[in-house]
């Protein structure tokens, strides 16, 4: 009996391991199947899904359209009286290059799975930046910057908010092989538009030789050299047409060469010094951003981030290195303040003791820096959609 028993006992057995095997199968198919529908592996729903973690309205996002105008003038002095851009010997800027650069900039054949482009981030309606906090790259990813605008770049020596590049050309390459951007090997982009219908003969007519990194590099930033705003109310202010600026612009403009102090960082044509200084934005806050810090590990740079341009300003909400003030009166809130207090803050940053007036008239002025040339809706031509 006993051994009867132990044998009927026994023979389950397999009929379990069977069951167990069965189930686990079809509990790893479910999860396969759930896995594929899910919301979380889309890419725009998972941006949707990060944006409402961070209080943002969830957002799906196509890639932005080409609205520039049908031809683009390459002219610099043209573009920006007056001033001088930063174009390298073996670069100079081409009517070819530049319709290429354009192509590729809004083209998301240069991100891994083809749903993110440059103009994603850098966006013609919002002057070559983004209403975005901070930047959204392949499948919902968050980076931990503010996208900068693009607009008058050509006269920038160094880039990124810790002038960590020089050049654009070397500058074009980063945000394809950030894995957070456009998250693609250079080098897959490469064979990718090697195997176009149309980008060899177009690389071919732009260089005289076929497409490659460097390239591809070239092209982008001869687009971006002609991405220029000028001749804005305080342009034409300063060239003698007074009637250029309101009469609270006008003071505005006053307080921001004097007792604003906003002149000694954001100085020169385009608004910058071109220097990086500690100004206590989001100073010990969580995500911890060091800025040029993070690059030298010269302690004194802990904090410090590039002046930006001002040109534009108005169209490039939200603001600083981390998009943390959503309006230009929150600046002048944040510049009234002294900044944020920290044992680096530049000496430059003083509180300033403004009243109501000086901070309305302050952005009043602000908001008269948009350029000429309006990219994103003006003159601009629609084009029609690829
Ligand atoms: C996912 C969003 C995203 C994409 C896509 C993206 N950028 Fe950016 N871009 C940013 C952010 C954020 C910064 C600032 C990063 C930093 O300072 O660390 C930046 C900085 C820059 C700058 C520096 C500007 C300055 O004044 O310092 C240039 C130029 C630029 N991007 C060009 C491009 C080009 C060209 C492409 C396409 C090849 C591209 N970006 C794709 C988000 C993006
Ligand atoms: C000590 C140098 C300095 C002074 C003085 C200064 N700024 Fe700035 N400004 C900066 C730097 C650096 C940043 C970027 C800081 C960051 O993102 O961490 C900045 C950012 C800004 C921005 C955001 C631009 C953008 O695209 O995000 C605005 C607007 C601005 N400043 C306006 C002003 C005004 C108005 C004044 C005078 C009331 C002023 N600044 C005084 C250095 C300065």
Known sequence: MKRENRTRAARPLPLVVRYVFFAGMLAATIVALWQSGSPATSPASAASLFLQDRGQQPVLRPVPRDILPAELEIDWQQLFPGTMRNEPEDNPVTLAKVALGRRLFFDPILSDDGT???ASCHDPRHAFAT???VAIGIRGQVGKRNSPSLLNVALGSSF???????????QALEP??????L????????????????????FQDAFGSPVSKENLARAIAS?????????NGADRFHNGEITALSVSAKQGLWLFESRGRCWMCHSDDNLTDNQLHNTGVSWGEEPLDL???EQTEIPTDRGRFKTPSLRDVARTAPYMHDGSLATLEDVVEFYDRGGVKNPYLD???????????DKRHLVDFLRELNGQIDWGTGAAKERQPR
């Open 116 to 118: 993110v482009a440059c």
């Open 131 to 133: 209403p975005d906090r």
């Open 160 to 170: 990124f908010w810790d002038a960590r590049t020089e050049g654009l050309e070397a």
């Open 176 to 181: 394809i092989s950030n894995p957070l951007e």
């Open 183 to 202: 998250g693609s090997d250079p080098d897959a982009v490469v064979m990718r538009l090697a195997a176009h219908a149309e980008y060899p003969a177009l």
């Open 223 to 231: 687009f971006e050299r002609v991405l220029a705003s000028s001749n």
């Open 291 to 293: 800025g040029r810090f």
């Open 347 to 357: 000496e430059l940053m003083q509180p300033l003791n403004l009243s109501e007036d």
